[in-house]
Nanobody, 125 residues
Framework: QVQLVESGGGLVQAGGSLRLSCAAS????????MGWFRRATGKEHEFVAA????????LYGNSVKGRFAISIDNAKNTVYLHMDSLKPEDSAVYYC??????????????????WGQGTQVTVSP
């Protein structure tokens, strides 16, 4: 089993920054890849970013490239999502997820085995 707990969401003005955290515990193999997804009201889940725990390889969704950065603190077993230049369209519930295998399918929700409870991010105009 893997447990994922997100934190750091909140209300921010457009152009501002936030940092989300995802504290991970449990079987390390099952969390070799950590991903962030978001879901805005009335929309499907959208891939945001992913990172490979073993070597730090990253992948980003097109809508956040250049503004968001995913990183790992191995000592704290925590994955971060640094969000800069936030826009109102970034408003959503952000979810942390984990899986064991890195590959092109990590942009899909079905590739992930474990999910956190989500944290709300609201960006005001």
């Amino acid at each position: 089993q893997v447990q994922l707990v997100e934190s750091g969401g909140g209300l921010v003005q457009a152009g501002g920054s936030l940092r989300l955290s995802c504290a991970a515990s449990g079987r390390s193999f099952s969390r070799n890849v950590m991903g962030w997804f978001r879901r805005a009201t009335g929309k499907e889940h959208e891939f945001v970013a992913a990172i490979k725990w073993s070597d730090g390889q990253t992948l980003y969704g097109n809508s956040v490239k250049g503004r968001f950065a995913i990183s790992i603190d191995n000592a704290k077993n925590t994955v971060y999502l640094h969000m800069d230049s936030l826009k109102p369209e970034d408003s959503a519930v952000y979810y942390c997820a984990s899986t064991s295998i890195w590959g092109p399918m990590i942009i899909t929700t079905t590739s992930y085995d474990y999910w956190g409870q989500g944290t709300q991010v609201t960006v005001s105009p």
